[in-house]
């Protein structure tokens, strides 16, 4: 039986909703990575505090795990997970999603947090980021 998820994937991919409905589906807790990451001034957590949760969050019996962060901890995602789901959306279509909500909280993000107060240069890096999505 299915009870551990992991989902990765480009930014404005749609992880968060898939993790939902996953989430929903098994009857399991979903646990967004951005939330754990990214404080609502888009401000972030350490790494050694990020690794931390994130090594709770796998250690349980049953969730769903959204987000890509590969450089932080990917590894022991997919050792833990049952199932793991990719979703291979196209750059430019992630960049149009990401554009498109900007202003606005979606599901993934902490309480609080809005992509329209996101600095100019983390915009730009982030946009960057999905444009060379997976080369990262």
Known sequence: MIRRVCVVGNAASGKSCLADRIGLALGVPVHHLDRVYWRADWTHVSRAEFLAAQKALVSG???????????????????????????DVPAL????????????????????????????????????????????
């Open 61 to 87: 019996e049953a969730w769903v795990i959204d987000g890509c962060f590969s450089e932080y901890g990917l590894r022991e995602r997919f050792a833990a997970a049952d199932l793991v789901v990719f979703l």
């Open 93 to 136: 279509a992630c960049v149009r999603r990401a554009v498109a909500r900007r202003g606005g909280s979606h599901v993934g993000l902490p309480d609080g947090a809005d992509d329209s107060r996101m600095a100019l240069g983390r915009t730009v890096a982030f946009l960057a980021e999905m444009l060379l999505f997976p080369v990262l």
